[in-house]
Antibody
């Protein structure tokens, strides 16, 4: 059974750093892209970035380039999303999800399995 | 502002059919057959319902169907059931960005 298990909720202060995780199991972790999706309170879904754990190829949405860092440790089948300096506007639910498709130029890219979400609250 | 435009809300009675639209441009919906739809119940992670415009993943009810005409993709739900009440998001490949884009989401209310 494919599963993505995310780390627990976090409460942080502005300016602090944070790294949340997403552990995959039940499939070949290095053979599928993993993506991160942000959902701010009461708002819609936003593509943040994706990573291919097999070779660590990483792509970011323009809105998130430079704002977050996506990484993966294939030895423990875990992907990460990290911030170096959180802002109140980073308060949101963050989902990781496995991607189907090539996720490249003129290629499909669909989230087929999702983690349970990690709620990040940034408040002074 | 989302790159793909969806109605904020739609509603229907049990047993009826509803259609949710997702309007983009020739750089995304209109130019490629890489449109997907996701269902999200409150407090839950999204679920893939349609991919490649009209394909259903295994386990998704055949009451859900997808189509596309020009720059607009559509999700149709037939035989509405109370459990279909949720938010629905479209997503499409776009040549204008490094990653795909979501629509703003549509809240479906089953009356």
């Amino acid at each position: 059974e494919v599963q993505l298990v995310q780390s627990g909720a976090e409460v942080k202060k502005p300016g602090e750093s944070l790294k949340i995780s997403c552990k995959g199991s039940g499939y070949s972790f290095t053979s599928y892209w993993i993506g991160w999706v942000r959902q701010m309170p009461g708002k819609g879904l936003e593509w943040m970035g994706i990573i291919y754990p097999g070779d660590s190829d990483t792509r970011y949405s323009p809105s998130f380039q430079g704002q977050v860092t996506i990484s993966a440790d294939k030895s423990i089948s875990t992907a990460y999303l990290q911030w170096s300096s959180l802002k109140a506007s980073d308060t949101a639910m963050y989902y990781c999800a496995r991607l189907l498709g090539g996720c490249g130029y003129d290629a499909p890219c669909y989230f087929d399995y999702w983690g349970q979400g990690t709620l990040v609250t940034v408040s002074s | 502002q989302s790159a793909l435009t969806q109605p904020a809300s739609v509603s229907g009675s049990p047993g009826q059919s509803i259609t949710i639209s997702c309007t983009g441009t020739s750089s995304d919906v209109g130019g490629y057959n890489y449109v997907s739809w996701y269902q999200q119940h409150p407090g839950k992670a999204p679920k893939l319902m349609i991919y490649d415009v009209s394909n259903r993943p295994s386990g998704v009810s055949n009451r859900f169907s997808g189509s596309k005409s020009g720059n607009t993709a559509s999700l149709t739900i037939s035989g509405l059931q109370a459990e279909d009440e949720a938010d629905y998001y479209c997503s499409s490949y776009t040549s204008s960005s490094t990653l795909d884009v979501f629509g703003g989401g549509t809240k479906l209310t089953v009356l």
